[in-house]
T-cell receptor
Framework: KNQVEQSPQSLIILEGKNCTLQCNYTVSPFSNLRWYKQDTGRGPVSLTIMTFSENTKSNGRYTATLDADTKQSSLHITASQLSDSASYICVVTDRGSTLGRLYFGRGTQLTVWP | EADIYQTPRYLVIGTGKKITLECSQTMGHDKMYWYQQDPGMELHLIHYSYGVNSTEKGDLSSESTVSRIRTEHFPLTLESARPSHTSQYLC???????????FGPGTRLTVL
C-alpha cells in the first residue's frame, strides 16, 4: 500500500532556531517528492521538488534531502521566522499513474515562537 | 496573473441545503482535482478531471458531484448537505507534463 508518513506530528521552536522534519514513504514506482507549506486556512504551496536522481534541493532557508534507497526525505529550515509557522506536507508522486496521483502525508505542524 | 480561485472561502449552511463550491483557474491547465481535508489529516482526492467533459471519482468516496464544461471551471455540488460533509475542500490544477499541482485557497464548509 502506498503511504507517506511524517514526523514529528507537531513541533514548537523559538524564532531563529533550526529544525528538521522527516518523511518516510512506500510509494512505488517513485516519480518525485515535494514538500508543501500550508498556512492555516490556505491551500498548500510547493517549496521544493526532487526526482529520483536528486538528493538535495534548496529554496532559500528551506533545504530538502532525499534518500531514494531508504525512501526517506527531510526538510531542514534554517533560522526560523514567525512566518514559518504552518503545516509542512510531504507529497510523493506515483510514476505509474497517468493522472500524476499524489500521496500526501498528514503534515508536521510547526509553530515558531518569538 | 495566472492563478486558481475558490469561492466561497467559508460557508455555513443548514442540513439538507444544496450547495455548489466554485473553482476556477486561469493557467489553462487540463487536469483539475478536488480534495477533502479534515484538520490534522492528509488530503484525500475525491474527484478529478483530465479535461472538458471528463470527470472521475477519486480515492475517497464522496456524495458530491462535479462537472467540467469549460477548461477553466470545475465546480463541486452537494445536493443535500449533511453535518458529515463538514470539512475543507481544496481545488487544484496541474500542467500535463510536470505533474505539479497548484492549489486554490480552499473552502471551509460547515454544515449544521
Amino acid at each position: 500500500k502506498n503511504q507517506v508518513e511524517q514526523s514529528p506530528q507537531s513541533l514548537i521552536i523559538l524564532e531563529g532556531k533550526n529544525c528538521t522534519l522527516q518523511c518516510n514513504y512506500t510509494v512505488s514506482p517513485f516519480s518525485n517528492l515535494r514538500w508543501y507549506k500550508q498556512d492555516t486556512g490556505r491551500g498548500p504551496v510547493s517549496l521544493t521538488i526532487m526526482t529520483f536522481s536528486e538528493n538535495t534541493k534548496s529554496n532559500g532557508r528551506y533545504t530538502a534531502t532525499l534518500d531514494a534507497d531508504t525512501k526517506q526525505s527531510s526538510l531542514h529550515i534554517t533560522a526560523s521566522q514567525l512566518s514559518d509557522s504552518a503545516s509542512y506536507i510531504c507529497v510523493v508522486t506515483d510514476r505509474g499513474s497517468t493522472l500524476g496521483r499524489l500521496y500526501f502525508g498528514r503534515g508536521t505542524q510547526l509553530t515558531v515562537w518569538p | 496573473e495566472a492563478d486558481i480561485y475558490q469561492t466561497p472561502r467559508y460557508l455555513v449552511i443548514g442540513t439538507g441545503k444544496k450547495i455548489t463550491l466554485e473553482c476556477s483557474q486561469t493557467m489553462g491547465h487540463d487536469k483539475m482535482y478536488w480534495y477533502q481535508q479534515d484538520p490534522g489529516m492528509e488530503l484525500h482526492l475525491i474527484h478529478y478531471s483530465y479535461g472538458v467533459n471528463s470527470t472521475e471519482k477519486g480515492d475517497l468516496s464522496s456524495e458530491s458531484t462535479v462537472s467540467r464544461i469549460r477548461t477553466e471551471h470545475f465546480p463541486l455540488t452537494l445536493e443535500s448537505a449533511r453535518p458529515s460533509h463538514t470539512s475543507q475542500y481544496l481545488c487544484a490544477s496541474s500542467e500535463p507534463s510536470y505533474n505539479e499541482q497548484f492549489f486554490g485557497p480552499g473552502t471551509r464548509l460547515t454544515v449544521l
